[in-house]
């Protein structure tokens, strides 16, 4: 006999709703209906999904605080008024006032990560003195629209050398990749989804296929009616000889890939949630197949979890013209809400040289 339940809430049609709705939504519906006692734990169970650090890094914000105040000393500087109004930083002698005020606050916290970040971009880019402290601090103020809208000089230098470090293991292939910075690497995935069906590269009913487990925004974004991507799904489910999960894939699910219809590959790696990068003979397969079967495979990886892998290298390293990478500050700085993200293209890609193909129409 079946249990009936008294829960109004557990009935078919309700279940039926919820077949409808976004795991993230569900998730939080899940913790609604549990009872208060056991909210606490059930939300740290049903938000394994999405990853939000129960940490913050002290130092970045410290040294950015700081260059707040500095931006704001630079402001009041070009002139204030009692009412609260001061103006905008002013480029002449400003590396000197920054290098006083680094001086003046030499204890203060984040001094000396502002210091060494500084002399670095002296030294490793040869930075114009005025031109990046007046890139940092109008951009730490805000007082203008973002110019190049792309992102800003200096911040893109300095984001290239922290992915060739983090994302490429310090050895990043030859030629530069361009940065795209983005609200948050969600923005970066709705953003690569509309640009590849904007420039014709990825068409209604392409097919596509999905590394998975995969953040679960990949699997409902190609459902959406614009897209309706004939989805081929790759799934990490190779076990040990005693039955164990490796998460990781068999070769012949990806030899999938060798087949040209699969236009794209969008993967996460390390993957969410297990948490495991792609092993090393699953990389080399993949660049293989690239090589030899597969030139124009556009991937799209989502390495938001790279820095947590020692030593983790991206495709965006091994497969550089051919990937686009999304990396997030979200999860190691343990932060979520400032949503910064950037997509890396490699400046010699094969997207660049597809649209260059389209026909004069498209
Ligand atoms: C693989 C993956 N990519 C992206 C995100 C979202 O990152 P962001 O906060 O930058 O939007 C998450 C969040 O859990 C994630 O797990």
């Avoid at 919820?18 to 006692?37: C, G, H, R, V």
């Avoid at 109004?85 to 030499?106: D, T, Y």
């Avoid at 990749?177 to 995935?189: H, N, P, R, S």
């Avoid at 190609?222 to 790759?234: G, K, S």
Wanted: charged share 25%; net charge negative; aromatic share 10%.
């Amino acid at each position: 006999m079946k249990k009936k339940t008294n829960n109004p809430a557990i009935t078919k049609s309700y279940a039926k709703k919820m077949e409808t709705i976004s795991p993230f939504e569900l998730k939080n519906k899940l913790i609604n209906m549990a009872d208060e006692s056991i909210k606490k734990i059930a939300h740290t169970m049903l938000n394994a999904g999405r990853g939000n650090p129960n940490w913050i890094a002290t130092e970045p914000r410290e040294a950015f605080f700081l260059l707040g105040q500095f931006g704001l000393c630079e402001c009041r500087h070009a002139f204030s008024l009692k009412e609260g109004i001061a103006g905008i930083p002013q480029k002449a002698g400003i590396a000197a006032r920054f290098e006083a005020f680094l001086k003046e606050n030499e204890k203060a916290p984040g001094a000396n990560l502002l210091k060494e970040g500084y002399n670095y971009m002296l030294m490793e880019h040869a930075a114009d003195p005025d031109t990046l402290i007046h890139e940092w601090a109008e951009s730490v103020i805000g007082d203008q629209y973002p110019v190049p809208d792309r992102i800003l000089h200096f911040t893109e230098l300095i984001v290239q050398d922290y992915l060739a470090q983090e994302m490429c293991d310090r050895r990043p292939p030859k030629g530069t990749f361009d940065l795209f910075a983005t609200e948050g690497g969600t923005a970066a995935m709705c953003y690569l989804f509309d640009s590849l069906q904007e420039n014709f590269l990825l068409n209604q009913g392409d097919a596509i296929a999905l590394m998975i487990p995969v953040f679960t925004p990949y699997i409902e974004i190609p459902e959406l009616r614009r897209y309706q991507f004939d989805v081929t799904e790759i799934s990490a489910d190779q076990m040990t000889p005693d039955g164990l999960h490796t998460w990781q894939y068999k070769d012949e699910d990806i030899d999938k890939l060798k087949d040209p219809r699969i236009k794209a590959l969008f993967i996460t790696n390390p993957s969410n949630p297990p948490s495991y990068a792609l092993s090393r003979e699953t990389t080399e397969r993949i660049i293989n197949i690239v090589k030899n079967d597969n030139p124009n495979l556009m991937i799209i990886t989502d390495d938001v979890y790279g820095t947590f892998i020692p030593h983790f290298r991206s495709l965006m390293a091994e497969l550089p013209h051919n990937t686009l990478c999304v990396y997030s500050f979200s999860k190691y700085f343990g932060a979520t809400g400032w949503r910064t993200a950037v997509i890396a293209l490699h400046e010699d890609n094969i997207y660049d040289k597809m649209i260059a193909r389209l026909s004069e129409e498209q």
